[in-house]
């Protein structure tokens, strides 16, 4: 079983920065593929960004390119997302999600096993 926790989340000003955080459970950390998605109010859950199990490959949506850095420590069993030049439509819950034993970089959502309980990240204009 793994768990997984995010932090991070807040209250920040349009084009103000954040950085979310995600520990791990298990001893197996550097073999899962992670991700990071959000959900905002009345919307479906959205892909934001992943990364492989040893963190050379990442894959971002279009619409944080440029502006979040996903990446993972996999010594510290965490994953990370910056984000940058926060926009108010990033407003939503971010969750981190994991599929052990899998090297690739996943982006849907039904890809992954295990899911984060989320944290809230609101933009103000």
């Known amino acids: 079983q793994v768990q997984l926790v995010e932090s991070g989340g807040g209250l920040v000003q349009a084009g103000g920065s954040l950085r979310l955080s995600c520990a791990a459970s298990?001893?197996?950390?550097?073999?899962?593929?992670m991700g990071w998605f959000r959900q905002a109010p009345g919307k479906e859950r959205e892909f934001v960004a992943a990364?492989?199990?040893?963190?050379?490959?990442?894959y971002y949506a279009d619409s944080v390119k440029g502006r979040f850095t996903i990446s993972r420590d996999n010594a510290k069993n965490t994953l990370y997302l910056q984000m940058n030049s926060l926009k108010p439509e990033d407003t939503a819950v971010y969750y981190c999600?994991?599929?052990?034993?899998?090297?690739?970089?996943?982006?849907?959502?039904?890809?992954?096993?295990?899911w984060g309980q989320g944290t809230q990240v609101t933009v103000s204009s």
């Open positions: 999600a994991a599929r052990p034993r899998t090297t690739g970089v996943l982006t849907a959502s039904s890809d992954y096993d295990y």
């Open positions: 298990g001893r197996t950390f550097s073999n899962y593929a």
């Open positions: 990364v492989s199990w040893i963190g050379i490959s990442t």
